[in-house]
């Protein structure tokens, strides 16, 4: 089965945890993930910035950890990442921006790519709110 | 044509829920995680209508269990790899952000 995962809020809300453990159960399971795609504050949940307190679990890490091991197509809105400050080294450079907080594995990209990601796959899941 | 509906806000804080059972099809799922899985609350009004609902109900177990619900027989269980089989069991889900 193929899944594409949708994030719509920061790595301290408690769904982008439930999207984590569900994203990592259905690798688990044998299926396939086609593509993240992480929208509004989404953005949040890659931010490299993100310092987690130590007695929490940081979830940035492990989206980050999760995408590199697996090699999956992480892509963050780019017009949802600049409004929000959430920037790669081409953008920040682009809009003279001191700050980078977005790297590898993530792409910047435009909402075509959940679209595109939804014709691709049997199932969107999407995960946001609390 | 089946629909897993996924809630995760609290049910004494907003309408999703009584909108989510007034739009369930005979075929469909709600999947109570988070706040939402408040609603399981013993004899609170969201309980009640859940219970007396037609509507398949699933309540995500570790989230039940954090917030020390104790389940009803009508509501099943399920682990992360239940919920992925829920997803794949039913043609939508639809997740009520």
Known sequence: MKF???LFSAAHAP????????????????????????????????????VTPQDEQDIAQQWRALVSEHQLDGVVCIAAALRRGVLN????ARYQR????LDA???????????????DADRLICFGGP | MSTLHVLSHSPFS??????????C?????ILLCGDATYALQAGSA???????SAVVIFVLAEDAQARGLSLPEWAKSVDYPGFVQLSIDHDKVNSWL
């Not at chain 1, 080294?89 to 920040?92: G, L, N, T, V």
């Not at chain 2, 907003?14 to 739009?23: G, T």
């Open chain 1, 15 to 50: 769904s982008s945890r439930r999207a984590l453990l569900f994203a990592q159960a259905a690798l688990a399971g044998g299926h396939e993930i086609v593509r993240l795609f992480f929208y509004q504050d989404g953005v949040y949940s890659a931010a490299n910035s993100v």
């Open chain 2, 25 to 29: 099809g005979a075929q469909d799922a």
């Open chain 2, 14 to 23: 907003d309408s999703r829920l009584d909108s989510c059972l007034r739009l």
């Open chain 2, 46 to 52: 969201p309980f009640k209508a859940l219970e007396v």
């Open chain 1, 98 to 101: 001191n700050a980078v907080n």
């Open chain 1, 105 to 119: 594995p993530w792409a910047l990209s435009g909402l075509g790519q959940l679209h595109d990601a939804i014709q």
């Open chain 1, 4 to 6: 594409a995962i949708a």
């Open chain 1, 89 to 92: 080294a081409e953008e920040a």
